[in-house]
Nanobody, 121 residues
Framework: QVQLVESGGGLVQPGGSLRLSCATS????????MAWYRQAPGKQRELVAI???????TYADSVKGRFTISGDNAKNTVYLQMNSLKPEDTAVYYC???????????????WGQGTQVTVSS
């Protein structure tokens, strides 16, 4: 069974940087796009950034110019470089991937377990 494995969260001071990683644990047939979402306490989960298999990227307005999403298609891995972090970036960050695991199946969305990012002095 394919899983998304995240790493890289932690505690950082305002203005600092973190890099999140998300890798698929098994082989897949086709990857369409990968994305990062986040959910702060008491708030709905929101899209942070998305990257397609053609390397097209889209960002939430709140992170434009500070966050960069990138991918390694050969490894089916996605990264989120977060710079100039603010306290309002504090949230659990979730990796999401839309892919076909086995040929003949329909595309499905998969979620990682989440990684905590805390921005505080």
């Amino acid at each position: 069974q394919v899983q998304l494995v995240e790493s890289g969260g932690g505690l950082v001071q305002p203005g600092g940087s973190l890099r999140l990683s998300c890798a698929t644990s098994g082989s897949i047939f086709r990857l369409y796009h990968m994305a990062w979402y986040r959910q702060a306490p008491g708030k709905q989960r929101e899209l942070v950034a998305i990257i397609t298999s053609a390397d097209t990227t889209t960002y939430a307005d709140s992170v434009k110019g500070r966050f960069t999403i990138s991918g390694d298609n050969a490894k089916n891995t996605v990264y989120l470089q977060m710079n100039s972090l603010k306290p309002e970036d504090t949230a659990v960050y979730y990796c999401n991937a839309h892919m076909i695991v086995t040929m003949g199946e329909q595309v499905r969305g998969y979620w990682g377990q989440g990684t905590q990012v805390t921005v505080s002095s």
